[in-house]
């Protein structure tokens, strides 16, 4: 139950079967399940690899069909559990007694657990790199150094859920469960050029997810293209209709019904399928110009727009510009109100139940700091950095210009998002804008305002995957950049994904090792999860049609 | 000490410093090392109803201390005291302190009564095996989360609406953040920002023992009441270890916090007092301060009289009686004015006390203060309380102790101290008890049962008296021998309220006498006498009061007479008018060896001080007239 011995850090890797041991570099793995040995594989329908900071426990021997004819053979001794780590020294020899619903609920429809992905430290970080199990990464998909080995050349996998992005491109899981707190599904995905899915809050239940964020943290899924998430979600018996009774954030039966009647795609009938051009011809889509900023790569600006152009041009989308104004306060609102709940949330590391207790520390008396110094000792710096950052902005000094403020801003942004989208937010009020507030580049489409949108479309992440190497040597602050167009979604609650988008290699082939796709982001009003799902899914098949390189 | 209204207090007060190991935590060692002191109380404040007599001591009554550290520092203390020429001044003479005025505010924090934790379904216990309630989230078990147990909405609600607080329509909980083994969490669940209740007002009485200077009654404003969770339990080990019990970690507490506008130390106990009879009376918590159920932390400033403002307040925490709430504010008090006196400032800070000690001490400093980083628990929604809950517990409530005070002094004749302690004892239970017994014994009598209409008459206030002093001093003897009554809340003990009823009835009807009476209820509690069987018992043992004739008790009288010219003597005197007073002494006397001549438990001591009267006034008188 609590952590079982000394830590072993060093030693987080549990079972590694030769099949993987050629991918060593990627370290996508911190633990892996045993290969099914066995030929009668039960009813399994895909392979799920889980971030390991999602609790995990043995399956329940599953009771095998056996006929009268076959001798009885004893039950195979059950596999040992995997760890639950979050990539973290504190939880290195940490076995959950319990399970994540998600888990539960991916085993009933199929899956088989392969193994718990590696992660930046408790999901804080942007390239996988902050873990005790060391950095995750990724090899070019493309290029002249594609499926390398040399270290020199491999590329940050993005974070934090980069091990479950690289598990899935490289075909170890079909499915991989990621958690996204500001980014952390989206941006590996993009990274990775896989499809990363980020629900909108409190429709996949969060218990047994080891907490970063409570109020922005969600379960994400990756995987390889669209279709497989979007079956899970929103296919018959999907996943958006279960409420789970101890996750006190997971919306009511009723709550998912109300928000559901104001929604396409949830019904019986599977609207939305069809041919690409009947799912796209008339879906609005908007491009909010708070996204182009100095920083976004030429490459990645281009392929945006040029997708943008497609989808009007040959599929009958509108595309139209809307003006998000708030965005730009996004970022940093998200890094006080992550941290801080974050600092929180981790006080319970401290030594006395999970990880090594400082045996030199004074003892709690007057004067003594008893847990000091197992915190200092079993946290990485990224999770230092993140907890100290935490602990200023709640302090009663700092608290009102920092933490409250940042929800100050939070309402802004989602009230940036009610105001473009066509859609009302059903979990709020319906609010009404005032036209002067408004951006004047903002084209008026009638005197009542500007255009309403079904979609925002915009990059997931400003830059390509970058070499590992780099990332290594960036400041932090740079690392919390990556994240500028994930937050603003995340803050509000709503869902997103982002599906690979093919850019042009550089005309000069300065970056032959590059990769080969960026990540193309869209983001819906709350709750409009099976359209946003569906019309991915759609573009994403443009992509595929359009792609330069193929 | 009339002012001082509980047998709790009372028993403080006036067995002096030992009693103090009274308030010590644990049922266990309450009542031992008072029990000889108490047996004496009891028998000096017994109501003229009381027919009890002197009870025997018990057997070791050897006044002698038994080699307790504590008590053994308290002796030592009092000698040094005792050495340095300062004695000790009763608290009641230490209210003010002239040229200054003292400011105290109170928090108060009490367990509610639940079956569920504050945020899993844990059950709550007292004393079940440690750690045998633990839920996921309760032991802070990464990615187990909260889930809020609506049930205890009802007994914080009522705690509120008996405080006079308005209860607010939406409260949130915040995660109040500091390191301690016995926080799981890190943090620990409680209401800052939007507590559940605010607003509220505590008027108390002289009755209730506030200080004679605030008159006959003051009234206390509270500010709020909010919800939050209990820590761990930390049972300290030989050899600097620490075991925690996890089984607390989560019950779920109110935290009231007053107005700093109380000026007494007598009356800052006294509102500790109130608050948990007023929880107890609405059925809000469970234990009571001496079983840690409820525990305060008072602040306390002073200030030269007449200045404005406030002075600079500390904070003493965890004090767990009554009367240590009062002695350490009076410590603190004086602690403050001597620092003030010699020039000094009072530095903000928190201070302990321990009990028995006469002063208090430094815990940790404002450089030392936590800043609690509070923060909204971002995985709980608010709480909604709903108009309607609130007006049906407000309903449903019954009566609030100064109502049912009034009701019991009165509509039935009870004197205040034994009301007050009917309802103070066994966590409330006894209240319940007498009422039972009382409505048994009306219903024997044949008289309107319901408590409250036939108990205006004359003869009603007499049953209920009498069922008054059972339940308490009767039964209270049977505890100085024995544990404990077993008392439930509900109000049944090893002595069944039918069973007494039925001796009461027995002895009201004169069917049997007081002794008799005594000896069934001590019968009754051992089991000697079955459930039910009181009559059966006294048919058996021949125990009916089959009192003597009137020529029986004339022929004694002359035997007892006989010899007692000098005792007579005196009658004569009176009648010849030479003493004023008729020498009822001389006559109870007569009386008394007449009883212990006779056959008791045919006797009646009325009757037979009628008969021997009579018989002095017109059979020896005229005797010894004639022998003149």
Same mark, same amino acid.
């Given at each position: 139950?609590?952590?079982?011995?000394?830590?072993?850090?060093?030693?987080?890797?549990?079972?590694?079967?030769?099949?993987?041991?050629?991918?060593?570099?990627?370290?996508?793995?911190?633990?892996?399940?045993?290969?099914?040995?066995?030929?009668?594989?039960?009813?399994?329908?895909?392979?799920?690899?889980?971030?390991?900071?999602?609790?995990?426990?043995?399956?329940?021997?599953?009771?095998?069909?056996?006929?009268?004819?076959?001798?009885?053979?004893?039950?195979?001794?059950?596999?040992?559990?995997?760890?639950?780590?979050?990539?973290?020294?504190?939880?290195?020899?940490?076995?959950?007694?319990?399970?994540?619903?998600?888990?539960?609920?991916?085993?009933?429809?199929?899956?088989?657990?392969?193994?718990?992905?590696?992660?930046?430290?408790?999901?804080?970080?942007?390239?996988?790199?902050?873990?005790?199990?060391?950095?995750?990464?990724?090899?070019?998909?493309?290029?002249?150094?594609?499926?390398?080995?040399?270290?020199?050349?491999?590329?940050?996998?993005?974070?934090?859920?980069?091990?479950?992005?690289?598990?899935?491109?490289?075909?170890?899981?079909?499915?991989?469960?990621?958690?996204?707190?500001?980014?952390?599904?989206?941006?590996?995905?993009?990274?990775?050029?896989?499809?990363?899915?980020?629900?909108?809050?409190?429709?996949?239940?969060?218990?047994?997810?080891?907490?970063?964020?409570?109020?922005?943290?969600?379960?994400?899924?990756?995987?390889?293209?669209?279709?497989?998430?979007?079956?899970?979600?929103?296919?018959?018996?999907?996943?958006?209709?279960?409420?789970?009774?101890?996750?006190?954030?997971?919306?009511?039966?009723?709550?998912?019904?109300?928000?559901?009647?104001?929604?396409?795609?949830?019904?019986?009938?599977?609207?939305?399928?069809?041919?690409?051009?009947?799912?796209?011809?008339?879906?609005?889509?908007?491009?909010?110009?708070?996204?182009?900023?100095?920083?976004?790569?030429?490459?990645?600006?281009?392929?945006?727009?040029?997708?943008?152009?497609?989808?009007?041009?040959?599929?009958?989308?509108?595309?139209?510009?809307?003006?998000?104004?708030?965005?730009?306060?996004?970022?940093?609102?998200?890094?006080?109100?992550?941290?801080?709940?974050?600092?929180?949330?981790?006080?319970?590391?401290?030594?006395?139940?999970?990880?090594?207790?400082?045996?030199?520390?004074?003892?709690?008396?007057?004067?003594?700091?008893?847990?000091?110094?197992?915190?200092?000792?079993?946290?990485?710096?990224?999770?230092?950095?993140?907890?100290?950052?935490?602990?200023?902005?709640?302090?009663?000094?700092?608290?009102?210009?920092?933490?409250?403020?940042?929800?100050?801003?939070?309402?802004?942004?989602?009230?940036?998002?009610?105001?473009?989208?066509?859609?009302?937010?059903?979990?709020?009020?319906?609010?009404?804008?005032?036209?002067?507030?408004?951006?004047?580049?903002?084209?008026?489409?009638?005197?009542?305002?500007?255009?309403?949108?079904?979609?925002?479309?915009?990059?997931?992440?400003?830059?390509?995957?970058?070499?590992?190497?780099?990332?290594?040597?960036?400041?932090?602050?740079?690392?919390?950049?990556?994240?500028?167009?994930?937050?603003?979604?995340?803050?509000?609650?709503?869902?997103?994904?982002?599906?690979?988008?093919?850019?042009?290699?550089?005309?000069?082939?300065?970056?032959?090792?590059?990769?080969?796709?960026?990540?193309?982001?869209?983001?819906? *009003?709350?709750?409009?999860?099976?359209?946003?799902?569906?019309?991915?899914?759609?573009?994403?098949?443009?992509?595929?049609?359009?792609?330069?390189?193929? | 000490?009339?002012?001082?209204?509980?047998?709790?207090?009372?028993?403080?007060?006036?067995?002096? *410093?030992?009693?103090?190991?009274?308030?010590?935590?644990?049922?266990?060692?309450?009542?031992?090392?008072?029990?000889?002191?108490?047996?004496?109380?009891?028998?000096?404040?017994?109501?003229?109803?009381?027919?009890?007599?002197?009870?025997?001591?018990?057997?070791?009554?050897?006044?002698?201390?038994?080699?307790?550290?504590?008590?053994?520092?308290?002796?030592?203390?009092?000698?040094?005291?005792?050495?340095?020429?300062?004695?000790?001044?009763?608290?009641?003479?230490?209210?003010?302190?002239?040229?200054?005025?003292?400011?105290?505010?109170?928090?108060?924090?009490?367990?509610?009564?639940?079956?569920?934790?504050?945020?899993?379904?844990?059950?709550?216990?007292?004393?079940?095996?440690?750690?045998?309630?633990?839920?996921?989230?309760?032991?802070?078990?990464?990615?187990?989360?909260?889930?809020?147990?609506?049930?205890?909405?009802?007994?914080?609600?009522?705690?509120?609406?008996?405080?006079?607080?308005?209860? *607010?329509?939406?409260?949130?909980?915040?995660?109040?953040?500091?390191?301690?083994?016995?926080?799981?969490?890190?943090?620990?669940?409680?209401?800052?920002?939007?507590?559940?209740?605010?607003?509220?007002?505590?008027?108390?009485?002289?009755?209730?023992?506030?200080?004679?200077?605030?008159?006959?009654?003051?009234?206390?404003?509270?500010?709020?009441?909010?919800?939050?969770?209990?820590?761990?339990?930390?049972?300290?080990?030989?050899?600097?270890?620490?075991?925690?019990?996890?089984?607390?970690?989560?019950?779920?507490?109110?935290?009231?916090?007053?107005?700093?506008?109380?000026?007494?130390?007598?009356?800052?106990?006294?509102?500790?007092?109130?608050?948990?009879?007023?929880?107890?009376?609405?059925?809000?918590?469970?234990?009571?301060?001496?079983?840690?159920?409820?525990?305060?932390?008072?602040?306390?400033?002073?200030?030269?009289?007449?200045?404005?403002?406030?002075?600079?307040?500390?904070?003493?925490?965890?004090?767990?009686?009554?009367?240590?709430?009062?002695?350490?504010?009076?410590?603190?008090?004086?602690?403050?004015?001597?620092?003030?006196?010699?020039?000094?400032?009072?530095?903000?800070?928190?201070?302990?006390?321990?009990?028995?000690?006469?002063?208090?001490?430094?815990?940790?400093?404002?450089?030392?203060?936590?800043?609690?980083?509070?923060?909204?628990?971002?995985?709980?929604?608010?709480?909604?309380?709903?108009?309607?809950?609130?007006?049906?517990?407000?309903?449903?409530?019954?009566?609030?102790?100064?109502?049912?005070?009034?009701?019991?002094?009165?509509?039935?004749?009870?004197?205040?101290?034994?009301?007050?302690?009917?309802?103070?004892?066994?966590?409330?239970?006894?209240?319940?008890?007498?009422?039972?017994?009382?409505?048994?014994?009306?219903?024997?009598?044949?008289?309107?049962?319901?408590?409250?209409?036939?108990?205006?008459?004359?003869?009603?206030?007499?049953?209920?008296?009498?069922?008054?002093?059972?339940?308490?001093?009767?039964?209270?003897?049977?505890?100085?021998?024995?544990?404990?009554?077993?008392?439930?809340?509900?109000?049944?003990?090893?002595?069944?309220?039918?069973?007494?009823?039925?001796?009461?009835?027995?002895?009201?009807?004169?069917?049997?006498?007081?002794?008799?009476?005594?000896?069934?209820?001590?019968?009754?509690?051992?089991?000697?006498?079955?459930?039910?069987?009181?009559?059966?018992?006294?048919?058996?043992?021949?125990?009916?009061?089959?009192?003597?004739?009137?020529?029986?008790?004339?022929?004694?009288?002359?035997?007892?007479?006989?010899?007692?010219?000098?005792?007579?003597?005196?009658?004569?005197?009176?009648?010849?008018?030479?003493?004023?007073?008729?020498? *009822?002494?001389?006559?109870?006397?007569?009386?008394?060896?007449?009883?212990?001549?006779?056959?008791?438990?045919?006797?009646?001591?009325?009757?037979?001080?009628?008969?021997?009267?009579?018989?002095?006034?017109?059979?020896?008188?005229?005797?010894?007239?004639?022998?003149?």
């Amino acid at each position: 139950m609590s952590a079982r011995g000394r830590p072993r850090s060093l030693r987080l890797r549990h079972v590694c079967p030769s099949r993987w041991q050629q991918r060593r570099l990627l370290n996508h793995f911190i633990s892996k399940a045993p290969e099914p040995t066995d030929e009668p594989t039960p009813a399994f329908s895909f392979t799920l690899a889980v971030k390991d900071n999602i609790a995990t426990t043995t399956p329940p021997a599953s009771t095998p069909t056996t006929t009268p004819t076959t001798t009885p053979t004893p039950p195979p001794p059950s596999p040992p559990p995997l760890p639950t780590t979050c990539a973290s020294p504190f939880l290195a020899a940490y076995h959950s007694p319990f399970e994540a619903t998600i888990v539960t609920q991916l085993r009933a429809r199929g899956a088989r657990l392969v193994g718990k992905t590696n992660l930046d430290e408790f999901g804080m970080g942007s390239h996988s790199t902050f873990s005790a199990a060391g950095a995750a990464a990724q090899t070019p998909a493309a290029g002249a150094a594609a499926g390398t080995q040399d270290p020199a050349v491999r590329l940050s996998a993005g974070g934090s859920s980069g091990g479950s992005a690289v598990a899935v491109a490289d075909g170890a899981a079909d499915v991989a469960l990621g958690t996204d707190t500001g980014g952390s599904v989206r941006l590996p995905a993009a990274y990775c050029g896989v499809v990363g899915f980020k629900p909108s809050y409190g429709m996949l239940s969060r218990f047994g997810v080891v907490p970063y964020a409570n109020s922005l943290d969600t379960v994400g899924l990756l995987a390889r293209g669209v279709g497989r998430i979007r079956e899970l979600v929103v296919g018959p018996g999907g996943l958006w209709s279960e409420h789970d009774a101890r996750d006190p954030t997971s919306l009511s039966e009723a709550a998912r019904r109300r928000c559901a009647r104001g929604r396409e795609g949830y019904a019986a009938g599977r609207a939305g399928e069809g041919p690409v051009g009947g799912v796209l011809r008339g879906v609005r889509f908007g491009m909010p110009l708070e996204y182009n900023i100095a920083e976004l790569d030429p490459r990645i600006r281009d392929a945006w727009a040029a997708t943008a152009k497609r989808l009007q041009d040959e599929f009958g989308a509108r595309v139209v510009p809307v003006s998000l104004p708030t965005t730009r306060h996004a970022l940093a609102a998200y890094y006080v109100i992550a941290p801080a709940e974050a600092s929180s949330n981790l006080a319970k590391y401290d030594g006395v139940r999970y990880g090594a207790r400082d045996e030199d520390a004074a003892s709690d008396a007057a004067g003594g700091v008893l847990y000091a110094g197992s915190r200092g000792r079993g946290f990485g710096d990224e999770v230092k950095r993140r907890i100290l950052l935490g602990s200023y902005t709640l302090s009663s000094e700092a608290m009102d210009n920092y933490f409250i403020q940042a929800q100050r801003v939070r309402r802004l942004v989602r009230r940036d998002f009610n105001r473009v989208f066509a859609l009302d937010n059903p979990l709020h009020e319906r609010e009404t804008f005032e036209l002067s507030e408004l951006d004047e580049s903002i084209a008026m489409e009638d005197k009542w305002g500007p255009e309403e949108v079904d979609f925002l479309l915009c990059p997931t992440a400003p830059t390509l995957a970058p070499k590992l190497e780099r990332v290594l040597n960036q400041t932090p602050v740079d690392a919390y950049m990556n994240d500028v167009f994930t937050v603003p979604a995340s803050l509000a609650g709503l869902p997103a994904i982002s599906i690979p988008m093919p850019v042009a290699s550089n005309a000069a082939g300065a970056m032959p090792e590059g990769p080969g796709t960026a990540g193309l982001q869209l983001i819906g *009003q709350y709750w409009d999860d099976a359209r946003l799902l569906s019309v991915a899914g759609a573009v994403s098949k443009t992509l595929q049609a359009a792609d330069p390189g193929r | 000490m009339g002012r001082i209204p509980t047998a709790e207090l009372g028993r403080y007060l006036l067995t002096g *410093q030992l009693g103090r190991q009274g308030c010590l935590r644990g049922a266990g060692g309450r009542r031992f090392p008072t029990r000889h002191f108490a047996s004496q109380i009891e028998t000096s404040t017994s109501t003229s109803t009381s027919t009890s007599t002197s009870t025997a001591l018990p057997p070791n009554a050897d006044p002698a201390p038994p080699p307790t550290p504590l008590r053994k520092q308290l002796k030592e203390q009092a000698r040094s005291l005792k050495a340095s020429g300062k004695t000790k001044t009763k608290n009641a003479d230490n209210q003010t302190v002239a040229g200054w005025e003292l400011t105290v505010g109170i928090e108060i924090h009490a367990q509610l009564n639940t079956a569920r934790k504050l945020f899993s379904a844990a059950a709550t216990s007292v004393n079940d095996a440690a750690n045998s309630h633990v839920a996921l989230f309760d032991a802070a078990m990464p990615g187990a989360q909260p889930l809020f147990q609506p049930a205890t909405l009802i007994p914080a609600v009522r705690a509120a609406l008996a405080l006079g607080c308005t209860v *607010q329509r939406v409260s949130r909980f915040d995660r109040k953040h500091y390191f301690h083994w016995d926080q799981p969490a890190g943090y620990q669940i409680t209401q800052y920002h939007a507590p559940l209740a605010r607003g509220g007002r505590v008027v108390l009485r002289a009755r209730d023992g506030i200080a004679g200077e605030d008159g006959a009654a003051v009234a206390v404003a509270i500010r709020q009441l909010q919800l939050e969770q209990d820590t761990a339990k930390t049972t300290a080990q030989p050899g600097g270890a620490h075991w925690l019990d996890l089984n607390r970690v989560g019950l779920p507490l109110v935290e009231i916090i007053t107005a700093p506008e109380i000026r007494h130390p007598a009356t800052a106990a006294a509102l500790v007092r109130k608050v948990q009879m007023l929880l107890r009376s609405v059925d809000a918590c469970v234990l009571g301060m001496e079983a840690g159920g409820l525990r305060a932390d008072v602040n306390v400033s002073v200030r030269r009289a007449g200045e404005g403002g406030l002075g600079t307040r500390t904070e003493i925490k965890n004090l767990s009686s009554f009367r240590a709430v009062e002695d350490a504010v009076i410590a603190e008090r004086d602690r403050q004015i001597a620092v003030l006196e010699a020039g000094g400032t009072v530095a903000g800070e928190t201070r302990g006390w321990s009990l028995g000690s006469t002063e208090t001490r430094r815990l940790r400093g404002k450089e030392g203060e936590v800043d609690y980083r509070y923060m909204p628990d971002p995985d709980l929604g608010p709480v909604v309380v709903g108009d309607d809950l609130v007006r049906h517990l407000g309903a449903s409530m019954g009566a609030l102790p100064d109502a049912e005070l009034d009701q019991l002094v009165d509509g039935h004749g009870l004197s205040a101290k034994d009301a007050l302690s009917l309802m103070l004892l066994d966590d409330g239970a006894r209240i319940q008890y007498f009422y039972k017994v009382l409505d048994a014994v009306e219903a024997r009598l044949g008289c309107a049962g319901d408590g409250t209409g036939g108990c205006q008459t004359q003869a009603g206030q007499r049953h209920a008296l009498l069922a008054a002093n059972w339940c308490l001093h009767e039964l209270g003897k049977l505890t100085e021998i024995s544990s404990d009554l077993g008392m439930t809340p509900d109000g049944e003990c090893h002595v069944p309220s039918g069973d007494l009823a039925a001796i009461l009835g027995h002895l009201h009807q004169r069917e049997i006498t007081a002794k008799v009476a005594k000896d069934l209820l001590w019968g009754v509690f051992r089991g000697d006498v079955a459930a039910g069987g009181v009559t059966q018992a006294i048919e058996t043992g021949g125990l009916w009061f089959r009192e003597l004739s009137e020529q029986e008790y004339a022929a004694l009288a002359d035997r007892v007479a006989h010899g007692e010219a000098k005792v007579l003597g005196d009658f004569l005197r009176f009648k010849q008018g030479r003493t004023k007073a008729y020498p *009822q002494g001389k006559l109870m006397f007569l009386v008394g060896k007449m009883m212990r001549a006779g056959p008791e438990q045919q006797m009646d001591p009325a009757s037979a001080e009628k008969v021997m009267r009579s018989r002095i006034e017109q059979v020896y008188v005229p005797g010894l007239e004639a022998e003149a």
